[in-house]
């Protein structure tokens, strides 16, 4: 198993065929070809219900404040930092 980033370099060299799971974005389609879906899935913020309350929200700016993990190289990281205020 390597980073999506890794992935992205063995692609453009060609030494692997494909690289799973991503999520086609604008920049991507720029560069690499897409296959249709193979799964669909739902994306959810999980947290420590033992530790943390929890948030109610309804869209992103209502998440104003809260800090939020994520994983480098994945197109949600973006996203969220464009659409949640400091």
């Keep these: 198993m390597v980073t999506l980033k890794r992935n992205e370099v063995l692609l453009r060299q060609g030494k692997v065929f494909a690289a799973f799971p991503y999520r086609k974005t604008l920049e ?3 560069e690499f070809a897409f296959s249709d879906p193979l799964i669909f899935t739902t994306t959810r913020l999980f947290f420590d219900a033992e530790r943390t309350e929890p948030v109610t929200f309804e869209k992103f700016s209502d998440l104003k404040g809260v800090l939020i993990g994520g ?3 994945y197109s949600y990281v973006g996203i969220l930092r464009v659409s949640v205020p400091n």
């Design 28 to 30: 991507r389609s720029s």
């Design 71 to 73: 994983v480098r190289g």
